[in-house]
């Protein structure tokens, strides 16, 4: 592949016929091999239908993001090819059903308006003259080779052996796409077999199906030559090393069942729902023993033992408060959701400030506003997390670039929440939660547990002798009050959704307002000055940077990938990724930025951070690269918009249009 962007492979199909299943054999397979992957999953709102499709980049080195262009296409059905033939590589292939070929566009409802015309009027035929076949011939002239498999046949014979009804077969089409590709990849069929029994389990029945579909799909390819016709091939590479694959959503999970998490709520909604779905399928200490041996191995990858509680509501009203509810009870407790289940939650969220509650919230961002686009990616919610709700209270936002950084950014936000008594908010984007990634052995001690002031019944009891009350919200310098779980013997207090006394006794008092208002606001201060410098930002120097980037959240892994691929060009960049937005880092920010001439990089419309950035130190970017189509940067489209503002051939404003 040009660029070394490694080798990339796309499955396409409609929504609902095992499309991220197809892909998560392949990625399983590829991985057995020794290979490094990621992938990133697309798909539409709706169920059933729509078409859906997911990458899959692999090499021989850790990998980070995707790119939009393929070696392969694995296309079941013809949607597919009449979407993605465009994007094919030099050499690239084209695996697809032999009865498709004479499909025509007009046949084909879920293809928008606007996209048939492009076809339409690329080829100059109309919609119900141009076929498959035409697309393919075209493909073929620009050096992509087209093999057709015969799905019917492989099924057919399939149901002839096992008895399996043929109609019931067709949910299979994705492993044959699958088991097609590897082969034309040359492949050790013994590694499928094995992907897909990892895939599928105990199920030894699906196992067995899947394995005879694959074993077929392998020799009609070898028996037409289409292997020795495709000049990419796919080694056993030799692996000593503990390589797990994970999505964000995952690492999230399994770093609040490290971080000691006991409670956790949520309303479902897109995509934060499969968070709160496996904590719900791991709610016992012994599965998440299971847990422990995957990621880590060993036992103290879980701080405590005991179980999470996983409480589905029936609002997102209900999840705040409830999680609260938690909290002030002494459980570490959180709940998941994604904007406009957040912007639902605001009331939850002030309550919560005023009174001083360590609760988690996992805010996923998508599409918006309104419901928007909920599968699709955007980092548009950032100055609605740092400002949301009426009036000022502190919390504290935070942002992880990848799964390695969700997984101990949850436990740091645990952390950050009790530490300074505060909603802690932490923010993933959809491209994070749904793409998957090679990870290398995950350390939860790496993070000590700091559950922050608490008073004890003892040390409460030498407050009663000594005639004194106990303050839940006593004045102190640095802003923290001593903390008590509600419940405990020998405090009372009170919590109220007003403006309250050190007892938490309500009061409009203008004195006590003043000072119960910058006590709490002093915890930005006081953090400030605690969270380490690296636990802010992470800065990439290099010797004699060309530029510097600078950015936030999921953006990282194209950096990385693209700072790689500048090194190998003898081109130098500067990287700085910004993981605590609120306290704002400007301080170290203005340090590393001041004189230097610097690029903006972020998936939303108004660059947030840029804005940021200039409102705290006063420093503006000299590009801005954006992207808000609702699909993830790719390594490819940055690559080409970086080297044009090194260059100083960009405008000022960039904005990246792909994504089919």
């Given at each position: 592949?040009?660029?070394?962007?490694?080798?990339?492979w796309?499955?396409?199909?409609?929504?609902?016929?095992?499309?991220?299943?197809?892909?998560s054999?392949?990625?399983?397979?590829?991985?057995?091999?020794?290979y490094?992957?990621f992938?990133k999953?697309?798909?539409?709102?709706?169920i059933?239908?729509e078409?859906?499709y997911?990458?899959v980049?692999?090499?021989?080195?850790p990998?980070?993001?995707?790119?939009?262009?393929?070696?392969?296409l694995?296309?079941?059905?013809?949607e597919?090819?009449f979407?993605?033939?465009?994007e094919?590589l030099p050499?690239?292939?084209?695996?697809?059903n032999?009865?498709?070929k004479a499909?025509?566009?007009?046949e084909?409802?879920t293809?928008?308006?606007?996209l048939?015309?492009?076809?339409s009027?690329?080829?100059n035929?109309?919609?119900n003259?141009?076929n498959?076949?035409?697309?393919?011939?075209e493909?073929?002239?620009?050096?992509?080779?087209?093999f057709?498999v015969d799905?019917?046949e492989?099924?057919?014979?399939?149901?002839?052996?096992t008895?399996?009804?043929?109609?019931?077969?067709?949910?299979m089409?994705?492993?044959?796409?699958?088991?097609?590709?590897?082969?034309?990849?040359?492949?050790?069929?013994e590694?499928?077999?094995?992907?897909?029994?990892?895939?599928?389990?105990?199920?030894?029945r699906?196992i067995?199906?899947?394995?005879?579909?694959s074993e077929?799909a392998?020799?009609q390819?070898n028996?037409?030559?289409?292997?020795?016709e495709?000049?990419?091939?796919?080694?056993k590479l030799?692996?000593?090393?503990?390589?797990?694959?994970?999505?964000g959503?995952q690492?999230?999970?399994?770093g609040k069942?490290a971080?000691g998490?006991?409670?956790?709520?949520?309303?479902?909604?897109t995509?934060a729902?499969?968070?709160s779905?496996?904590?719900?399928?791991h709610?016992?200490i012994?599965?998440?023993?299971?847990?422990?041996?995957?990621?880590?191995?060993?036992?103290?990858f879980?701080?405590?033992?005991?179980?999470?509680?996983?409480?589905e509501t029936?609002?997102?009203?209900?999840?705040i408060?409830?999680?609260?509810?938690?909290?002030l009870?002494?459980?570490r407790?959180?709940?998941?959701?994604?904007g406009?289940?957040f912007?639902?939650?605001?009331?939850?969220?002030?309550?919560?400030g005023?009174?001083?509650?360590?609760?988690?919230i996992?805010?996923y961002?998508r599409?918006?506003?309104?419901?928007g686009?909920?599968t699709r990616?955007?980092?548009?919610?950032l100055?609605?997390?740092?400002?949301?709700?009426?009036?000022?209270?502190?919390?504290?936002?935070?942002?992880?670039?990848?799964v390695?950084?969700?997984?101990?950014?949850?436990?740091?936000?645990?952390?950050?929440?009790?530490?300074?008594?505060?909603p802690?908010?932490?923010?993933?984007d959809?491209?994070?939660a749904?793409s998957?990634?090679?990870i290398e052995?995950?350390?939860a001690?790496?993070?000590k547990i700091?559950r922050g002031t608490?008073?004890k019944?003892d040390e409460?009891?030498k407050?009663?002798?000594?005639?004194?009350?106990?303050?839940?919200?006593?004045?102190t310098?640095?802003?923290?009050s001593?903390?008590v779980f509600?419940?405990t013997n020998?405090a009372?207090?009170?919590?109220?959704g007003?403006?309250?006394?050190?007892l938490g006794?309500i009061?409009?008092d203008?004195?006590?307002?003043d000072?119960m208002?910058e006590?709490?606001?002093?915890?930005?201060?006081t953090a400030s000055?605690e969270?380490?410098?690296?636990?802010k930002?992470?800065?990439?120097?290099a010797?004699?940077p060309e530029?510097?980037?600078?950015s936030?959240?999921?953006?990282?892994?194209?950096?990385?990938d693209l700072?790689e691929?500048?090194?190998?060009e003898?081109?130098?960049?500067?990287?700085?990724?910004?993981?605590?937005l609120?306290?704002?880092p400007?301080?170290?920010?203005?340090g590393?930025l001041?004189?230097k001439r610097?690029v903006?990089?972020?998936?939303n419309y108004?660059a947030?951070?840029?804005g940021l950035?200039r409102e705290n130190?006063?420093?503006?970017?000299?590009y801005y690269?954006v992207?808000y189509?609702?699909?993830?940067?790719s390594l490819?489209?940055?690559?080409?918009?970086?080297?044009?503002t090194?260059t100083?051939?960009?405008p000022?404003r960039?904005v990246?249009?792909?994504?089919?």
């Open positions: 592949m040009s660029k070394n962007f490694g080798y990339s796309l499955i396409g199909g409609a929504q609902g016929t095992g499309i991220e299943r197809g892909a054999i392949f990625i399983n397979s590829v991985a057995a091999a020794g490094y992957v992938g999953r697309e798909y539409y709102s709706n059933m239908g078409h859906s997911y990458y980049r692999f090499d021989k080195k990998i980070r993001s995707h790119v939009e262009r393929y070696n392969i694995a296309a079941y059905d013809a597919t090819i979407r993605h033939s465009t094919a050499e690239a292939a084209i695996i697809y032999s009865l498709l499909v025509r566009l007009s084909i409802p293809i928008e308006k606007r048939r015309n492009e076809i009027k690329k080829f035929l109309e919609p003259k141009l498959l076949s035409l697309i393919l011939e493909a073929e002239k620009n050096g992509v080779k087209a057709p799905y019917t492989i099924l057919t014979t399939v149901s002839k052996k008895g399996e009804s043929l109609s019931e077969l067709t949910i089409n994705n492993i044959i796409a699958v088991a097609s590709s590897l082969a034309l990849l040359k492949l050790d069929f590694v499928l077999v094995k992907a897909i029994s990892k895939t599928f389990g105990n199920r030894k699906v067995e199906l899947n394995t005879l579909v077929l392998y020799n390819v028996s037409k030559g289409y292997s020795n495709f000049n990419l091939s796919l080694p030799e692996n000593n090393s503990k390589r797990y694959i994970l999505n959503n690492a999230v999970a399994i069942l971080a998490c006991r409670f956790q709520t949520y309303y479902p909604i995509p729902t499969d968070e779905n496996f904590l719900e399928a709610e016992n012994e599965i998440k023993e299971e847990i422990s041996n995957l990621i880590n191995e060993e036992k103290e879980l701080k405590t033992e005991g179980s999470i509680v996983v409480m029936e609002d997102e009203i209900a999840a408060t409830m999680a609260t509810g938690a909290a009870a002494g459980a407790a959180s709940t998941s959701t994604s406009p289940g912007s639902l939650m605001v009331e939850g969220l002030g309550w919560a005023m009174n001083e509650v360590p609760v988690v996992t805010l961002q599409g918006g506003p309104s419901t686009m909920p990616n955007e980092q548009g919610d100055r609605f997390a740092i400002h949301a709700g009426h009036g000022e209270f502190p919390r504290i936002v935070l942002a992880p670039g990848d390695e950084e969700a997984f101990y950014d949850t436990i740091r936000a645990f952390n950050y929440a009790e530490r300074y008594q505060l802690v908010i932490l923010m993933l959809k491209f994070l749904n998957v990634k090679t052995k995950i350390e001690n790496k993070v700091d608490i008073l019944e409460l009891l407050l009663k002798q000594a005639g004194k009350e106990y303050k839940r919200f006593e004045f310098e640095n802003g923290i001593p903390r509600v419940g020998n009372v207090f009170w919590n109220t007003d403006e309250h006394d050190e006794h009061t409009e203008p004195i006590i307002r000072k208002m006590k709490r606001m002093s915890k930005l201060l000055k969270i380490p410098m690296e636990e930002l992470n800065y990439l120097p010797t004699k530029i510097t980037i600078v936030w959240g999921s953006n990282k892994g194209p950096i990385l700072i691929l500048l090194k190998d003898g081109i130098e960049v500067d990287y700085i990724q910004v993981r605590i609120n306290p704002f400007a301080n170290e920010l203005r590393l001041e004189g610097w903006d990089v972020e998936s108004s947030q951070l840029a950035i130190t006063g420093l503006k970017p000299n690269i992207k189509n609702g699909r993830p940067i490819d489209e940055l690559y080409i918009a970086v080297k044009r090194i100083s051939e960009a000022t960039q990246l249009r792909s994504g089919a």
